[in-house]
């Protein structure tokens, strides 16, 4: 069991940046690929970024890509989410989670991922 704890979230101006933290404990991320999602008010939970367990490939959702960046240290067990230029429409709570690095599905599928964070709020609001 690895267990996920996400920080840095906030209240931020359109324009404006965040750095987002996970933060793991119990095993190794780099048993890992590992994701960031978000969920709105009343919208479904839906996939931001990912990187594969060595850094060796990534993936974003066209809504982030350009403004987002994914990266990670794995021995920091640590995994980060730059968000640049943030809009109101980011807004959401923002979720890290994991799954194991044999997974060779999408990275942007939710239900292959087994170990979620609680979750860190992110609010872009003048």
């Known amino acids: 069991q690895v267990l996920l704890v996400e920080s840095g979230g906030g209240l931020v101006q359109p324009g404006g940046s965040l750095r987002l933290s996970c933060a793991a404990s119990?095993?190794?991320?780099?048993?890992?690929?590992m994701g960031w999602f978000r969920q709105g008010p009343g919208d479904e939970r839906e996939f931001v970024a990912a990187m594969s367990w060595d850094g060796g490939s990534t993936d974003y959702s066209d809504s982030v890509k350009g403004r987002f960046t994914i990266s990670r240290d794995n021995a920091k067990n640590t995994v980060w989410l730059q968000m640049n230029n943030l809009k109101r429409e980011d807004t959401a709570v923002y979720y890290c989670?994991?799954?194991?690095?044999?997974?060779?599905?999408?990275?942007?599928?939710?239900?292959?991922?087994?170990?979620w964070g609680q979750g860190t709020q992110v609010t872009v609001s003048s």
């Open positions: 989670a994991a799954r194991d690095s044999w997974n060779s599905g999408p990275y942007y599928v939710t239900g292959t991922y087994e170990h």
């Open positions: 119990g095993r190794a991320i780099r048993a890992f690929a």
